[in-house]
């Protein structure tokens, strides 16, 4: 496999007590990995329409280096992982593009 494309995989940050008590979250804990991009097949972006999810990027990590993510970034743009597939070594991520974050 090649593992040319570099990802960033995304878990939100814990929610710690600051000085006087109020609760914050942490920065998010982001971690680079790189992954095989695949093509989304007709019947996944059917699938996931159907439940009113718009499906854009899927890739493939070795499930060694996923922890669990809820984002992930490639370039300028942030995704939210739909879908997640793990097979032995490896697990495929499905993201739909995050719109309106700012």
Do not use: H
């Amino acid at each position: 496999m090649r593992f040319d494309a570099v990802i960033v995989l995304v878990a939100p940050g814990a929610v710690e007590s600051d000085s006087i008590g109020r609760q914050v979250a942490a920065d998010p804990v982001r971690r680079t990995v790189y992954a095989n991009e695949f093509t989304l097949s007709a019947q996944e972006v059917y699938e996931a329409g159907a439940q009113g999810l718009k499906p854009e990027c899927f890739y493939q990590v070795r499930s060694s280096e996923y922890e669990g993510e809820s984002l992930m970034e490639i370039g300028d743009a942030e995704y939210s992982i739909i879908r997640v597939s793990k097979r032995g070594e490896w697990t495929q991520l499905i993201g739909e593009r995050v719109t309106g974050n700012g």
